[in-house]
């Protein structure tokens, strides 16, 4: 068996209200919950072809309201509003109170789930191939402004022997989604060839979660002074304020007239510093050996150094034997 959640049902008084509002001690609310499933039932049944989506009811101690949300309010009205009169004297004579009818007209029955079950329901009383209705409702709802729709259609469809459920969808229901406004609404289609259920159900957003914005606190004016408050707050300055009046009131100062720079005495040149060459180690790429560490540079510098402050002794010739 599937765990399947009335989308209605689940939302009920955190996002959605109840549609019989009236409250009993327990001797009187078994009466009182048959006497609305009749009235319900009546209303339906006399105002078919009125497009009857939503029927709220609300209890007082002598006296009942009942608020038909339908999409052809001129069907209930009637000429002159005798068929709501006629409707209001057989409700008071059914119940034995006072009742108030009230009519509110849906002005996008499209997005309504009750009203598109029953529009494919109607179709396919009067013989319309099911995946045609589903796929005309379907452009319907959704040309209207709907997010997303899904109708499932159940039961014997175009004459087969055997039941089966054809479904169809159109952009995103998300039924686990609490905060998502989905209505849903199903209906009976009475063929000829038996019984097909119809549901329907209509994704139009998310209902509003943020709380409205809270209206900020009366300022009270400054009574000492008699100055408004606007009036101070806009006078009272600011250092962003006095330095773009500053900028924009003060004239601009006068530039100063060039003064003539009294030439600076000639400086003697500077002696050039001596350069001394230094001597690089070969290198030893070519030979590929590797080159010899600093510490033996240093040591041969300081080898000739000493050799330079070494008195030299003069050369002896030696005459060569002849042979």
Known sequence: MGHKVHPNGFRLGVYRNWEAK?????????????EDHRLRRMLLARLKNAGVARIETERSSSALTITLHTAKPGIVIGKGGTSVDQLRDELERITGKRVRVTIQEIKKPELSAQLVAENVAAQLEKRIAFRRAIKQSLMKTMRAGAQGVKIRVKGRLGGSEMARVEWNREGRVPLHTLKADIDFGQTEAKTTFGRIGVSAWVYTGNFPTEAPPKPQAAVEEPAETGV???????????????????????PAAPEPAPVAAAPA???????????????????????????????????????????????????????????
């Open 22 to 34: 009236w409250f009993a001690p327990d001797k009187e609310y078994k009466p009182l919950l048959l």
């Open 228 to 250: 408004p408050v606007a009036v101070a707050i806009a006078e009272t300055p600011t250092p962003l304020a006095e330095l773009v009046k500053a900028t924009v009131a003060a």
């Open 265 to 323: 005495p000639a400086e003697a040149p500077a002696a050039k510093a001596k350069r001394t060459r230094t001597t690089k180690a070969p290198t030893t790429a070519d030979s590929g050996e590797k080159p010899a560490p600093k510490r033996a540079a240093r040591a041969r510098t300081a080898s000739t150094t000493e050799k330079a402050a070494a008195p030299t002794a003069p050369r002896t010739r030696t005459a060569k034997k002849k042979e």
